[in-house]
């Protein structure tokens, strides 16, 4: 009988430890664990994919391509009615402003109308190339669960950040540079 229990004991130790272990697994990995800057073919919406090519119209009603390689390209996801959003969105138009010249960024707005986005953009003086994703189809191919996200590819159309919370103009530059 000693034999079993300690056989009993043992089997529930292994089954707590798998299940442990499969609980506090990263369950997004956000950040390449590995730092590898390896392009990879796969087109994906996660961390060391290519970001997949998608069209979308901007305020003036113009369709704008987004994701072909050739610059860094950021993309944050975001809502007027988000408080997280509309705190990052100072230090966002900052950073779009002064990295013109290097970066494509767009801020892709979720499922709200043209002119109550293009109203809040006036009313709070923003400048950043913003697009509209008014079907949401967008940000359900890139799985965006939470605004707001920001994804950064390198110059070859890889994914090398994401992120869902709020992100810095600091935090975008420390990004930027180290692509």
Known sequence: MAVSKRWTYILAVVIIAIAA??????SNPDVS????????????????????EFKLAALDGKQISVG?????????F??????????EMPELNEFARKHAA?????????QEPAD????????????????LDKEGEVA?????????TTIIT?????IRYRKSGTVTLSELEGVINGL
Request: proline share 10%.
């Open 116 to 131: 109550k986005v293009g109203d809040f953009m006036k009313q709070q003086n923003f400048t950043m190339p913003v697009l």
């Open 68 to 76: 072909a390689p050739g610059k860094i390209t950021v993309v944050n």
């Open 21 to 26: 272990g499969w609980f506090l697994r990263p």
């Open 78 to 87: 975001w809502a007027t009615w988000c408080p997280p959003c509309r705190a």
């Open 33 to 52: 664990p590995s730092g590898d800057k390896s392009a990879k073919t796969a087109t994906g919406v996660l961390v060391d994919n290519r970001m997949p």
């Open 140 to 148: 359900r191919t890139f799985r965006v669960s939470a605004i707001p």
């Open 102 to 110: 290097k970066v494509n960024f767009y801020a892709v707005n979720i």
């Open 154 to 158: 390198d110059k070859q159309g890889v």
